[in-house]
């Protein structure tokens, strides 16, 4: 870089700043206009949706549940479904460990009657 520009008082113009950027990078790696934080995007989240009795997970907008009933402490996880077009993709697993994150922080019991979350919670659709 030029650093006899960079100190001047002078404001840069498009021919300036252009030439710098091709100095700084090559022809293969052409500069990013967006500036690259580390940040993730975080996963969709499970959400209870409570009128319905029933967690859900929106991918794609497409919304995979598992039903529940809610009794003395317990949540009876009774049926989860995933939509055709999100088989395969692990959709399933994500819904259930989420689930049984939001059970867990409320204090509340699992009590899978499904037969896929019973699977999971033992390990086996891991």
């Not at 021919?15 to 950027?21: G, K, M, P, S, V």
Request: aromatic fraction near 4%.
């Amino acid at each position: 870089m030029h650093t006899e520009a960079m100190a001047s008082d002078t404001p840069w113009d498009d021919r300036q700043i252009d030439e710098e950027l091709e100095e700084t990078f090559p022809a293969s790696d052409p500069p990013s206009h967006a500036a690259e934080t580390g940040a993730q995007i975080a996963p969709p989240a499970v959400t209870d949706n409570r009128a319905r009795k029933r967690f859900e997970l929106e991918i794609d907008g497409q919304i995979a549940f598992l039903d529940y009933e809610r009794r003395d402490g317990e949540v009876l996880l009774v049926h989860a479904e995933v939509p055709r077009a999100l088989r395969g993709r692990g959709v399933g697993g994500k819904l259930v460990d989420g689930t049984l994150a939001l059970v867990n922080a409320a204090g509340l019991k699992p009590v899978p009657l499904c037969g896929f979350v019973v699977a999971r919670m033992r390990g086996r659709d891991r």
